[in-house]
């Protein structure tokens, strides 16, 4: 059995009120656009989840909730560890996942860590290892548990910035 993990950081988050806590800051509308775009290029490219773990911050609420129209079978379920979470952490969650395709929708720099640390060979774009906003990384592993994934084991399927999609 092959496992799929699509991983996204969230999309382009505003900075526009300095009162705001940081979990609480909402997306701007480049993250907007970039969020949908995103939703569609995954449904387009057949990666369709069936399960996504989403940080609690309300950047990746807002990322997951413009994806959601492109991925209308996929279960949501959020986790307040996923928040700044290191890439453990984000492993540790994984690990408990049920489907065989999950999306999970982070933060950097456990999310760029994390996308590099799992996989066996980087893909050749120049934005993987800075991981913009919105980037996402699809990963495949030939084991039938999440709990069996290792570092270093993962096999790049796709990896795409909202750029490639939606221009500057």
Known sequence: MTLRLILTRH???????????DHDRPLNTRGHDAAAAMGAWLAQQGHRPQQALISTAKRAVETW??????LPDCAAHFHQNLYHAAPDTVLAILAKATAQCV????????????AEGLVRKA?????????????TTVIDW???????????????????????????
Do not use: E
């Open 142 to 168: 030939d084991v039938d548990d999440w709990a069996l994934v290792l570092p270093g084991q993962g096999r790049v399927v796709d990896f795409v910035v909202p750029r490639d999609l939606i221009g500057a």
């Open 103 to 114: 999306l999970v929708i982070c933060h950097n720099p456990g999310c760029a860590m994390l």
């Open 65 to 70: 909730n413009g994806m959601r129209p492109a």
């Open 123 to 135: 893909p050749p774009h120049p934005q993987f290892r800075s991981y913009p906003t919105a980037a």
């Open 11 to 21: 999309a382009k988050s505003d900075w526009d009120d300095p009162r705001l806590d």
